[in-house]
């Protein structure tokens, strides 16, 4: 039984890697996990993999303890052989609070190790706080294909509660210089188990852009008119040191990859700058961008809802005012 309860409670993050490193997930938990655990709370991180020693040590430059279970049969992702790992563990350390990153990896693993470890979950959250009197969790997510933002309450069971976090949605929290936490070496049982056997791992293209770690996004939407004109926007994208995002619509005609997409049915971003170019500013594209940056909204149509949420509003038409302001961003960089 989970004996601490959301006052300073005890947090588990089960994080993930990305190649030879962590993914940037591991750090966006432990910012979370710290904002909910408060200063009395403690953060302790699973890590599974073969060979991991040195990425536990970097884990534990921000989290307080790691757990790692270094094993051959970890070596690529298996989420039922994670639960049946990670469960015993979950037992005996009792966390009020589980997180995971809502990516493949933790959609594949949450469900099953939500119900192996006896807590209810919180999928796919964009925010998440402690409930009012403490004794349960809150969460807001999107549903019927981010359509609506659902506020969701979550009383924890005895074992406690998990919860899986939008990639992006939270601030990542800066691991520290010097290595603070303690690093456990885990015991792997026989019965863990290896129930799936990898045929081939396709990597994403090495030219691949992460729009969701951009510090300056441009993004372009249908207003763009046509793929021939997206020219404009990637050179003030440019000129900027930025990316170029887009709507979906840019995605729908094919014109720029998914992995460009902005909004609910695609990443969630948190940029310190954001230009929206020709982008009408509807929900389901604005629920994408995180953190409040500086927004930038360029569009003909004064009464375009994305003014509503812009610092800076340009009424004008792009194809005038994108050129007109790559010529003084230039002039202004010498
Ligand atoms: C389930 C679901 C999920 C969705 N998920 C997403 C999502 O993840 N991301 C997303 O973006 N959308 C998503 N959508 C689509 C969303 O509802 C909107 O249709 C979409 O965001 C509109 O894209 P847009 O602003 O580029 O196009 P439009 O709404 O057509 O707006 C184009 C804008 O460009 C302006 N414009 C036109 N010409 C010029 C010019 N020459 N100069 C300046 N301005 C000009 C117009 O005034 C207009 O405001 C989703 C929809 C559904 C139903």
Not at 196 to 204: A, I, Q
Not at 230 to 237: G, P, Y
Not at 284 to 309: C, E, M, T, Y
Request: hydrophobic share 45%.
């Amino acid at each position: 039984m989970s004996t601490n309860t959301n006052q300073n409670p005890k947090i588990l993050c089960v994080v993930e890697r990305a190649g030879a490193g962590l993914d940037d997930t591991a750090w966006e938990l432990l910012g979370a996990a710290r904002a909910l655990a408060g200063e009395g709370g403690s953060v302790g991180a699973a890590l599974l993999g073969e060979g991991v020693g040195e990425l536990a040590n970097e884990l534990a430059r921000g989290y307080d303890d790691v757990w790692v279970f270094d094993d051959a049969r970890f070596a690529s992702w298996d989420g039922e052989a994670y639960a049946r790992a990670l469960a015993p563990l979950a037992q005996r350390e009792q966390p009020a609070l589980i997180l995971a990153a809502h990516t493949n990896l933790g959609i594949d693993f949450a469900p099953g190790f939500s119900v192996r470890a006896g807590v209810p979950l919180l999928p796919d959250c964009l925010s998440l706080e402690s409930a009012g009197d403490g004794s349960a969790w809150e969460a807001v997510r999107t549903v019927y294909g981010g359509k609506v933002h659902a506020r969701m309450t979550c009383t924890p069971s005895e074992q406690g509660a998990m919860a899986t976090l939008r990639a992006g949605a939270f601030a990542a929290a800066e691991p520290g210089a010097e290595v603070t936490g303690r690093v456990h070496a885990e015991d792997v049982g026989d019965d863990v188990g290896q129930g799936r056997r990898p045929v081939r791992t396709v990597e994403p293209e090495a030219s691949e852009v992460d729009i969701t770690q951009a510090a300056v996004l441009v993004a372009v939407g249908r207003g763009i008119e046509d793929e021939e004109n997206l020219e404009i926007v990637q050179s003030l994208a440019e000129a900027l040191g930025g990316e170029v995002a887009c709507s979906r619509p840019v995605v729908d005609k094919g014109w720029l990859p998914k992995s460009r997409q902005v909004g609910t049915s695609g990443l969630t971003v948190k940029p310190k700058v954001y230009l929206a170019v020709g982008i009408s500013g509807s929900f389901q594209h604005v629920g994408g961008i995180k953190g409040s940056p500086f927004l930038v909204a360029i569009n003909k149509d004064a009464r375009a809802p994305i003014f509503g949420v812009a610092d800076v509003g340009v009424v004008g038409d792009l194809f005038d005012v994108v050129p007109a302001l790559e010529a003084k961003i230039r002039e202004a960089k010498g």
